[in-house]
């Protein structure tokens, strides 16, 4: 079974500029979460989708936003670009089944802001 | 809302020697899980253990095995023979009931040959 894949690996963008990144989850997971990752923070959970409907939203602004398809592929979007939004973004899938709700990443994005 | 401290940012090992990464959590609810993720350098984040707080007896998965004190809200993972591939960032992780997961800002974990 494939894993999660995250597309590009690595990106480069200028300060205003927004950006797409896209998340393909495990076959079967209708769960894709995605976070934030940059040294000292950890991962800092942005949102989650299931069945197309986001979730769960964390504490970020709403420039960060999201969405998912029926065939449960998701798309990270982020508008109007910082410099503070380089970071590693870590894509996670899972099948939510109790106990077995273990999130399975992606190698993530990089996305460097200029 | 849950907070996961891991207070070690970093820690080392010899290599076959026996480490132990702490992780604690602050949380109102009684039902949740608990996990140990793994990332490597080359980015993977891959889980490593997982206890759900239900259950009494630590979880063990061959040379990983944790301490979990449930009224402390102490989540420990001691890795036992450390090996040259086990030099991650390692990651402890809350569900909570509603699904949502907490983690806390790693630890980077160094084997000495």
């Known amino acids: 079974k494939a894993g999660v894949t995250q597309t590009p690996r690595y990106l480069i963008k200028t300060r205003g500029q927004q950006v797409t990144l896209s998340c393909s989850p495990i076959?079967?997971?209708?769960?894709v979460s995605w976070y934030q990752q940059t040294p000292g923070q950890g991962l800092q959970f942005l949102f989650e989708?299931?069945?197309?409907?986001?979730?769960n939203k964390g504490n970020f602004p709403g420039r960060f936003s999201g969405r998912q398809f029926s065939n449960s592929r998701s798309e990270m979007n982020v508008s109007t670009l910082e410099l503070g939004d380089s970071a590693l973004y870590l894509c996670?899938?899972?099948?939510?089944?109790?106990?077995?709700?273990?999130?399975?990443f992606g190698a993530g994005t990089r996305l460097s802001v200029l | 809302a849950q907070t996961v401290t891991q207070s070690q940012p970093e820690m080392s090992v010899q290599e076959a020697e026996t480490v132990t990464l702490s992780c604690t959590y602050d949380?109102?609810?009684?039902?949740?899980?608990l996990f140990w993720y793994k990332q490597p350098p080359s980015r993977q984040m891959i889980l490593v253990i997982r206890?759900?707080?239900?259950?009494?007896q630590n979880a063990t998965e061959n040379r990983f095995s944790v301490n979990f004190q449930k009224a402390a809200k102490s989540f420990s993972l001691k890795i036992s023979d450390s090996q040259l591939g086990d030099a991650a960032m390692y990651f402890c992780?809350?569900?909570?009931?509603?699904?949502?997961?907490?983690f806390g800002t790693g630890t980077s974990l160094t084997v000495i040959p």
């Open positions: 996670a899938s899972s099948s939510l089944t109790g106990a077995l709700n273990i999130q399975y």
């Open positions: 076959s079967g997971h209708r769960s």
């Open positions: 989708y299931f069945s197309e409907t986001q979730r």
């Open positions: 949380t109102s609810e009684s039902d949740y899980y």
């Open positions: 206890q759900e707080a239900y259950k009494q």
């Open positions: 992780a809350y569900r909570s009931t509603g699904n949502q997961f907490y």
